[in-house]
């Protein structure tokens, strides 16, 4: 089942399947390490939902609700 890393409940978790957004928001998640094929695990989300930190690649990295609205996930569990 695909659908973007926003939409990701705590704990659920998946594998990068395309990375959206206009040029310098690409870039940035890029030079982050969300690239296809990384595997993300939704750990901890803001009281209002945005921001969100996630793990991937091995370490902690928090993104804006906007920014993760750009990942199309792969879900590998709920």
Known sequence: MEKKLSEFVLGESGVIKAVGGDGMIRRRL???GVTP???VVLRKRAPLGDPM?????GYELTLRKSEAGNVVMEVRNA
Do not use: N, P, S
């Not at 930190?53 to 690649?57: C, I, K, L, Y």
């Open 53 to 57: 930190e996630v793990t991937v690649r």
């Open 37 to 39: 094929g990384a595997e």
């Open 30 to 32: 890029f030079d982050m």
